[in-house]
């Protein structure tokens, strides 16, 4: 199946500063990546659609100038946690379809192996 | 908005016992999908489902999709300690649109 590889897969970072995670298709070309973020023992809760080429869609409650996502190519995306706090510790993950590849059919997602933040 | 919830929340299940966890969205889906992650891990695709009442089955697994098309469910027989995670099903309002994830059902599987 296709692969999409996360890195780091763990931060530790003091408060105020920006961590940037990002997010590769290996072995397909995503023009759409999601961006999930789980706290512990918790459901995934999207946060926004990132587009290749283009802006990218926020869900409703999530910071823009918080979380800046960017997706120059059509293998990279990245998510940029700018003035990191505490409470934006999380285990944030992303995913992508391969539209390519025939499996778009199925719609399913491939997920990244995640990333740990962790703000002190 | 659109909201999946999922039944119940933890599982504690006796190795060898059967048992089915449920999904319920609270509008019409498009087709919906099921996905398991491992402690420490992160969501692997396990079927999607997109017809009225569709049933598919996968070894000891059975997923089903209701005929109105806003709930399913995940039925495990001998469950085996091989089925500890967490399943969470994912909702669609269109094909190819973005999915929303219930809370999931961590399941727990006593030798």
């Known amino acids: 199946g296709a692969v999409v590889s996360q890195h780091p897969s763990r931060v530790i970072c003091k408060s105020g500063t920006s961590v940037k995670i990002e997010c590769r298709s290996l072995?397909?070309?995503?023009?759409?990546m999601f961006w999930y973020r789980q706290f512990p023992k918790k459901s995934l809760m999207l946060m926004a659609t990132?587009?290749?080429?283009?802006?990218?869609?926020?869900e409703q409650g999530v910071e823009k100038d918080k979380f800046l996502i960017n997706h120059a190519s059509l293998t990279l995306s990245t998510l940029t946690v700018t003035s990191a706090h505490p409470e934006d510790s999380s285990f944030y993950i992303c995913?992508?379809?391969?539209?390519?590849?025939?499996?778009?059919?199925?719609?399913?997602?491939?997920f990244g192996e995640g990333s740990r933040l962790t703000v002190l | 908005g659109q909201q999946v919830m999922q039944i119940p929340q933890y599982q504690h299940v006796q190795e060898g016992e059967d048992f089915t966890t449920y999904c319920n969205s609270s509008?019409?889906?498009?087709?919906i999908q099921w996905y398991k992650q491992r402690p420490g891990g992160h969501p692997v695709f396990l079927i999607q489902?997109?017809?009225?009442?569709e049933v598919k089955k996968q070894k000891r697994l059975t997923f089903q999709f209701g005929e109105a098309k806003k709930n399913s469910s995940l039925h495990i027989t001998a469950t085996q300690t091989t089925d500890v995670g967490t399943y969470f099903c994912?909702?669609?309002?269109?094909?190819?649109?973005?999915?929303?994830f219930g809370g999931g059902t961590r399941v727990l599987v006593k030798p």
């Open positions: 995913s992508a379809r391969d539209y390519a590849s025939g499996r778009a059919g199925s719609g399913e997602l491939f």
């Open positions: 072995d397909f070309q995503a023009t759409t």
């Open positions: 990132s587009n290749e080429g283009s802006k990218a869609t926020y």
């Open positions: 509008t019409t889906l498009s087709n």
């Open positions: 489902l997109v017809k009225s009442g």
């Open positions: 994912a909702g669609s309002k269109a094909a190819g649109n973005k999915l929303t």
